[in-house]
């Protein structure tokens, strides 16, 4: 159960015909109550200066655990800077859009009333989220950006066509991000699933996403399916999910970290990412740690030298590696010495390491789950067909090899206990380890983090099981943090 206060200065109270609105005073003397849900305050009271009414709102509502917009920190950011310079936020728009310098406009939770605006307006309520915005254009920049100032805005310097866009974005915003539901057992914590419905290659598809749902709401857990767009105002959830790939120079990363910073919990957490994301850390780290893994060296440089001291150590064919990427993407097998010279300089074009790596061919790669650092689930993903990876990027059809879903007591313990060991080098969190198997000896090619979890394939044994421990390791986390 989730509840919405709408809390104004006593004079605006009566704009408005929506029951949820109330005056500070109110806010002030009759909260909070006893047994109330979950609660996000929306302050419309005046924050231009310090110690004001809506300064205290959201002072107040922070001290009570309410989740606040704004918040008091953003409330002293602009506060600052209104009375410096204004703040400004680099966008990229698209190289046709016309900037009018001269007038400024409003942003009504990531509304304006100019729809060509519209992607600037989100950019800005995501980097300042606070209810009632006021942008103009500084400069166009290079690359098709263009550098906007925001300042707090109140609502009695709206005109009243301004007034009823306001009124018209505050309900599209409160429906879109809270909907309403029937009535149903209130549930102790807030989820986001945070997801994006036009990747590719998700992480796990529409019916596992689902049996996520399903799953959080038996253990008292409220998920809701949110895109990059839509989470705004990350505090007013307790916990985030990743189920989009992630990257470190991308929105899920620096998503993580605003929620990290707010206290949430959070899978994957921003340190698993930056470890799985990066293979040059995992290659040195495994070093380290002594988790067998195939013979790897990190390139950073190309010589003359380079290429017959590659072919003397490794001989033909061997891998290469970019340090990102994901799903067999920047991984490629050179069969000769000019295959070789040109994909590395083409890597290097594009990073400043390069790993080079043995080539050994088996028919399946083991994925083995580890959540909390115990083995959850075990799969063995076949070779696509007529192709060395799981994964072919060059074909349409048949680009992934079949797979098997076996009981971990079904798995080597060699396996299980190379995967654990693997896992613990990153932390505690969700895992899937990959692991090649050559002459009885278990390898870790690598761990990667937010792991595909699709329905019929990694819960094919399990079933809804699977969702149910991910779920739980949830709720253990949130208990152990002491909210809700």
């Not at 655990?65 to 728009?93: G, Y």
């Not at 009333?113 to 290079?142: D, G, K």
């Not at 017959?308 to 490629?332: A, C, H, I, Q, T």
């Amino acid at each position: 159960m989730h509840k919405t206060l709408i809390v104004t200065d006593s004079e605006l109270s009566s704009q408005s015909s929506n029951d949820l609105i109330i005056s500070f005073d109110t806010y002030l003397t009759d909260y909070p109550k006893k047994n109330e849900p979950s609660t996000t305050v929306i302050n419309l009271c005046d924050t231009a200066h310090y110690l004001s009414q809506g300064y205290y709102c959201s002072l107040l509502a922070e001290a009570r655990q309410h989740k606040v917009m704004p918040s008091v920190k953003l409330i002293n950011t602009l506060r600052k800077k209104n009375h410096e310079r204004p703040a400004t936020l680099d966008v990229r728009v698209k190289a046709e859009l016309r900037l009018d310098n001269t007038h400024a406009q409003y942003v009504f939770f990531g509304q304006t009333s100019l729809n060509e605006y519209r992607e600037v307006a989100l950019a800005v309520f995501r980097a300042f989220p606070a209810p009632l915005l006021r942008i103009q254009w500084r400069e166009r920049m290079a690359d098709d950006t263009v550098r906007v100032s925001v300042q707090r805005a109140s609502l009695d310097e709206l005109s009243d066509e301004q007034s009823a866009l306001f009124w018209q974005a505050l309900t599209d915003f409160s429906e879109r991000t809270w909907p309403a539901k029937v009535k149903r057992k209130p549930l102790r914590w807030d989820m986001a699933i945070l997801v994006d419905p036009d990747e590719a290659m998700p992480p796990s598809d529409g019916k596992a996403l689902k049996a996520f749902v399903k799953a959080a709401r038996k253990l008292s857990i409220n998920a809701t399916l949110v895109t990059q767009s839509e989470l705004v105002g990350i505090n007013r959830f307790d916990a985030l999910f990743v189920r989009e790939t992630t990257a470190i120079d991308h929105h899920t990363y620096r998503t993580v970290v605003e929620a990290e910073n707010e206290g949430l919990v959070v899978m994957d957490d921003a340190q698993s990412i930056l470890r799985c994301c990066n293979k040059v850390f995992l290659h040195d780290a495994f070093s380290y740690q002594k988790v067998p893994t195939p013979r790897t060296r990190v390139l950073h440089q190309l010589t003359p030298d380079t290429l017959g001291e590659l072919e003397s150590d490794f001989g033909f064919p061997m891998v290469l590696k970019l340090p990102e990427g994901s799903f067999s993407k920047g991984v490629y097998k050179v069969s000769d010495q000019s295959e070789l010279a040109q994909r590395l300089t083409e890597m290097f074009e594009l990073s400043a390491l390069v790993l080079v790596q043995e080539y050994m061919y088996t028919d399946f790669d083991w994925r083995i789950g580890v959540l909390g650092g115990r083995a959850l689930y075990a799969c063995r993903y076949e070779m696509a067909r007529n192709h060395w990876q799981i994964y072919n990027h060059g074909v349409k059809r048949h680009s992934s090899g079949g797979f098997k879903t076996l009981p971990t007591f079904e798995v080597p313990k060699s396996v299980l206990d190379v995967a654990v060991k693997a896992s613990n080098v990153i932390g505690k969190s969700l895992y899937g380890v990959d692991i090649k198997v050559k002459n009885g000896k278990p390898y870790v090619l690598e761990v990667n983090d937010n792991p595909s979890i699709e329905y019929g394939v990694e819960d094919a044994y399990l079933g809804n099981e699977l969702y149910m421990q991910i779920m739980a390791e949830f709720q253990q986390r949130l208990e152990a943090r002491g909210r809700g």
